[in-house]
């Protein structure tokens, strides 16, 4: 195994590049355009009503675990590039009880291994994704259908110029999230009030909603629970700041304010907004567009949501029929949209990369996980050996997801990766719990009540991805049995390569080093 470089992450964000990274890892709209067919379709289509009120719901676990997150963020600022990872070991190893103590290296392996889930999929499907839309450009311009070489070679391209660039450090990802997040946020911006125009002056065409308070108001609170699960995916990426803590001019305030406002300006602001347009539109305009890949043969007569639910690009359909009848644009403002977000999705990916491989980097700097995703770059100060493999992973992942174009593919991936998030964040919620138990500063309702909500939650979407596997049937219950194959298989992995792992006496002596250390101090309750 090659030892970790002894170098050190240059300290180069300041709150606003912390914010808009993790705003780029949320995608600010893309995911409208690209996991709208998986929504659609979930379940036949029948949880298809309940699209807004899933990611209202999602959203409010989301809060609930950004502020875990934040307060764990605020108490451990030397969490470094470790993130949750390092949270799990403090909190326990602050404890009075020496009992919760001996389960800190537990603790910590489980949310790191379980990390992987998340942090390492998530690329992948991104890449996957931009696999699809590019597919979907050729598709309009070309007006036929990639083949399989082609658009496995365009996943690998785009995935490999992500690669590269978030090599090269974090200041330049820097500098195209923020690029990247005033372009999307303003063309979707665009796309949604034409969509509520479109609804507003075509009062005799049947929509799928009778009017704008059947959008927002839930029909079937199971249904919600399973909308959840997949809108998820529009939300993480809030907690990422906290693995750029070693890299952050001011981690004490600014990681904290970075993970609320992230989530708030992209979750809480442009996702509902863009949702509620989009649901609101959908009626014959989102008639098949029977062109792209991966349409099934005969399906050109469907309409509406049912449309959405097998078409690649739905949103895209959409635009595109709005424009053609409105302007008579509509190949022009589609393609400028889909470009957008594929710009949009080269950013996520980006910030996916540089994230996903620091808590990476933090185990493996703790000889927990092999040494060379632990190597520093000499000039760029990036962990370069963890952004190689992982770059290779979400390719070849990123393939298989796109091509051919199949949504029980994706689909699969993603809930894997959900799975994982669901997993993580619980456990997180679960560990300020007892990172707050025995300090002064404690609160019943920020460190009590949150998290415990938060962690309910968590079990609650985590619960909703079993059900689905049980009682859904068809497609829908074959893709989320493998998902959970997929997470059962990377759990019984971790246990092997904890117990087969060559440098396991370093890594103990490291966590014991750790235990002897002073514990962390605690604020005094200040008197009035």
Known sequence: ????????????????????????????????????????????????????????????????????????????????????????????????????????????????????????????????????????????????????????????????????????????????????????????????????????????????????????????????????????????????VTALGAEAINPEKDIKKGILLSLIIQGGICYLFEYFSANFAVSSITTLNKGLSGVPTGAAALKGMASAGIDPAPIGTMVNNVAQSDFHAGTTVSLIVAATVLIALLGTTLACLNTGVRVTYAMAKDKEMPGILGLLHGKFATP?????????????????????????????????????????????????????????????VKHRVIPGLGAFMNLAMLFGVVYLAVTAGGAGSKDAYKALAIVGVWIIAGIVWVAMNPNKGHAKKVHEDRGAAPKTPSVPPVTV
Request: proline fraction near 2%.
């Open 384 to 444: 370069h050996g963890g952004i190689l493999v992982l770059t290779i992973i979400s390719c070849l992942i990123g393939v298989y997801c796109a091509t051919p174009y199949n949504v029980d593919n994706i689909t699969q991936v993603t809930l894997a990766s959900n799975t994982g998030t669901f997993l993580v964040y619980g456990m997180t919620c679960l560990i300020a719990l007892v990172a707050f138990a025995t300090r002064h500063d404690r609160h019943i």
């Open 1 to 240: 195994m090659s030892d970790v470089s002894a170098g050190e992450m240059k300290k180069s964000l300041t709150l606003t590049g912390i914010t808009v990274n993790a705003m780029a890892l949320i995608a600010p709209g893309a995911f409208l355009w690209t996991t709208f067919e998986i929504q659609a379709s979930q379940k036949a289509g029948q949880t298809a009503p309940d699209m807004w009120t899933g990611l209202l719901c999602a959203l409010v676990l989301a809060l609930l675990t950004a502020y875990s997150y934040s307060e764990l963020a605020r108490i451990y600022p030397d969490a470094g590039t470790g993130s949750s990872y390092y949270f799990a070991e403090a909190a326990l190893l602050d404890h009075d009880s020496a009992g919760m103590q001996r389960f800190a290296r537990v603790a910590k392996l489980s949310v790191g291994w379980i990390s992987h889930l998340y942090y390492w999929l998530y690329p992948a499907i991104m890449v996957g994704f931009m696999g699809i839309l590019f597919g979907y450009i050729y598709t309009s311009l070309f007006h036929h259908t990639l083949t399989y070489i082609p658009q496995a070679a365009g996943c690998v391209l785009l995935g490999l110029i992500c690669g590269y660039i978030a090599f090269r450090g974090i200041s330049g990802s820097t500098m195209t999230s923020i690029l990247i997040n005033v372009i999307q946020i303003t063309c979707l911006t665009c796309v949604s009030i034409l969509f509520i125009a479109y609804r507003l002056g075509h009062g005799s065409e049947a929509f799928f909603f009778k009017n704008a308070g059947a959008v927002v108001i839930p029909h079937s609170f199971i249904h919600v629970i399973y909308q959840s699960t997949i809108a998820i995916l529009l939300l993480v990426g809030f907690e990422s």
